[in-house]
Each structure stands twice: as C-alpha cells, then as structure tokens.
Nanobody, 120 residues
Framework: VQLQASGGGLVQAGGSLRLSCAAS????????MAWFRQAPGKEREFVAA????????AYADSVKGRFTISRDNAKNTVYLQMNSLKPEDTAVYYC??????????????WGQGTQVTVSS
C-alpha cells in the first residue's frame, strides 16, 4: 500500500484544515486507516483511526470534539477535518494503514507526512 498525504499548511489558532490521504496499491477497502502526528522534540502520537467499513472510529482525547476522521472508499481516500486548531496541534501529520484493527497500535504502511503549523 502506498499512502500520499496532503492538505497541511499554516493556519491561525481557531482555524481549520482538512488533510487527505490517498491510498493505492492494493484493495483499499479492506484496510484500516489512521492519522498520527509528531511535534518537534516529541514522540509520534496517535490522533484518530477509522475502520475499513467506516463504522468504527477512535480519537485521541486531545482532539476529540475538534477533529473528524472519515473515508471515501470509492476515492481510496481518508480525511482528517481539523477544526478549532490550537498551537499545540502543530506537528507533522502522518497517515497510516494496516489490515488489522488496532487503532493505537502499530501500522504496516505509512505516508510521507504533511506539516501543519498553527500560529497563536
């Protein structure tokens, strides 16, 4: 599976961004997808995950109520809608995929990352 993330950028606190991750290379609809992020000097952390059906979703407590993960299997794409952004959301965001459902666990496939910067 190849993953291509896009949609990052610079936004003011309180603003919104939508990240996209396009998947290719195998039967997309049978893989679970997730977003992680890594801020400078910090470990990579889980943000959100969505099952291949789209019916099971998990969020990190830090983004619950502000971020929404979704997927469009017809377009082989997963999205992360980020609202009410805070400076602490600044990080490189990575999409990930795996055939096993383990939201906060390890993933076999990773995208290249997209930078999100939130100014105060």
């Amino acid at each position: 599976v190849q993953l291509q993330a896009s949609g990052g950028g610079l936004v003011q606190a309180g603003g919104s961004l939508r990240l996209s991750c396009a998947a290719s290379g195998r039967t997309y609809s049978r893989i679970h997808m997730a977003w992680f992020r890594q801020a400078p000097g910090k470990e990579r952390e889980f943000v959100a995950a969505i099952s291949w059906s789209g019916y099971v979703i998990a969020y990190a407590d830090s983004v619950k109520g502000r971020f929404t993960i979704s997927r469009d299997n017809a377009k082989n794409t997963v999205y992360l809608q980020m609202n009410s952004l805070k400076p602490e959301d600044t990080a490189v965001y990575y999409c990930a995929a795996d055939t096993d459902w383990n939201p906060r666990g390890t993933y076999s496939y990773w995208g290249q990352g997209t930078q999100v910067t939130v100014s105060s």
